[in-house]
């Protein structure tokens, strides 16, 4: 957006803009800029409060009344409490996982979680209308098959080698992001609580963060380039 702002403004076309990452408008410099100290996604803020939203973008018109600078102002409106993230649980039956567990032992919890996960996920797809899920080619309990068999065995052979990578990157990111939804339908908006709970307590995080250890042994090339860290958050490695 910075890039395509300074673009409009050498035609003549006055830009504002509104920024998630702080540093990110500091070295592009974009003619100007609010930033916003929140959740990627959340540009304007959290769903249905309007009279944030409006702030924000009243915030962000109200920079096109300064020349052309860089200006970056910050809009230090902090998004409101939603979860306490240390006491936050799922609302759905699914208990914590110690990372002491076994690689065979949270195979299995696993495959259990992604059971109990499936019919939740898709009354919440019901009631929005709409899933981000789909992206790896197959559903949430062939992706549990295939995680699993990584930890119990290593690579299966249920994926051609071909498509091995987009299977693990993709089927990662279905899984997450069917957690996030089923989370939010069931008990409201915490993102970060959500977010937090999922990698470092349940079966599906530690899943993932086990096959970022494990990928680079894999034979296919394409497939070590996943575990670089293309989809376990870099504050929750192990």
Do not use: C
């Not at 799922?90 to 990372?99: G, S």
């Amino acid at each position: 957006m910075s890039v395509l702002a300074h673009i409009l403004e050498r035609q003549g076309l006055a830009t504002t803009l509104v920024a998630l990452v702080h540093h990110h408008a500091q070295g592009q410099k974009p003619p100007r800029a609010l930033w916003v100290p929140y959740w990627y996604g959340r540009t304007f803020g959290a769903p249905d409060n309007q009279e944030l939203q409006m702030r924000v973008l009243r915030g962000a018109l109200d920079l096109l009344d300064r020349p052309a600078g860089p200006v970056l102002e910050s809009f230090d409106v902090e998004p409101p409490a939603t979860a306490d993230p240390d006491g936050w649980v799922p609302p759905m039956n699914l208990e914590a996982v110690d990372e002491s567990i076994s690689n065979a032992d949270l195979a299995d919890r696993l495959e259990r979680d992604v059971a109990t996960l499936v019919p939740l996920h898709q009354d919440a797809v019901r009631a929005d209308g709409w899933t981000l899920v789909g992206l790896s080619g197959r559903t949430l309990s062939q992706m549990s098959a295939i995680f699993a068999s990584y930890l119990r065995q290593g690579p299966s052979d249920d994926i051609p080698k071909r498509e091995r990578a987009h299977v693990i990157k993709y089927g990662s990111q279905d899984l997450t992001d069917a957690f996030g939804q089923t989370a939010v339908h069931l008990g409201g908006d915490a993102p970060f609580a959500i977010r937090r709970w999922y990698w470092t307590r349940s079966s599906f995080g530690l899943t993932m963060r086990r096959l970022a250890e494990l990928l680079p042994g894999d034979q296919d090339a394409k497939t070590r380039l996943i575990a670089q860290g293309l989809f376990v958050p870099r504050e929750w490695k192990l």
